[in-house]
């Protein structure tokens, strides 16, 4: 757990980082997941504070300011239906409303970090299709 917290933090100054400057870094960051799978890159970037289960319950969770939403609830909360665009949007860092002010959110602007530490392109945007595919797998009916 006490790596984990590490890493979160680690992540949010990349996410400063990442979209101050717009230097890619070579595949040699700790931050760096080989795996694209949904389920690897939601244990490694997501679930310190949304819970492996993503009910928003992760280890560093209580530190936060915000809590972290539960993601498990996404499409009931949409009329039963898994809002995909709205998710995909939100980790590519455009969906307006949510993180679009530094600062007003300590949910991280995703894009910005994978495309920081990943130097293909399309990588990043399977990790990100692949995540959104597997927070899918979470909801409750
Ligand atoms: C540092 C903690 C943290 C990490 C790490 C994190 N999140 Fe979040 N996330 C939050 C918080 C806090 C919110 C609620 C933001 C708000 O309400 O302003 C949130 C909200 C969200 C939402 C919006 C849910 C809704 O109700 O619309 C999605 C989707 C989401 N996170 C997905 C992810 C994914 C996928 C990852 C990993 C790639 C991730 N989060 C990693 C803290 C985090």
């Not at 490694?44 to 300011?65: D, E, I, T």
């Not at 002010?101 to 990043?124: C, I, K, Q, Y």
Request: glycine residues 8%.
């Amino acid at each position: 757990m006490g790596s984990k917290v590490l890493a979160t933090a680690v992540l949010l100054m990349c996410a400063t980082v990442a979209t101050v400057g717009q230097a890619r870094r070579p595949r040699n960051s700790s931050l760096f997941l080989e795996s694209l799978t949904g389920r690897d890159s939601f244990e490694f970037y997501c679930a310190s504070c949304h819970g492996s289960s993503g009910m928003g319950n992760g280890p560093v969770a209580s530190a936060l300011k915000t809590l972290p939403a539960n993601l498990t609830v996404l499409a009931r909360r949409n009329s039963g239906s898994f809002p995909k665009e709205r998710v995909a949007s939100l980790l590519r860092g455009e969906e307006p409303g949510l993180a679009a002010v530094h600062g007003s959110t300590e949910m991280p602007v995703w894009g910005p970090v994978f495309r920081f530490l990943d130097p293909s392109d399309a990588r990043v945007k399977l990790r990100i299709e692949n995540l959104v595919a597997y927070i899918e797998t979470l909801q409750v009916k």
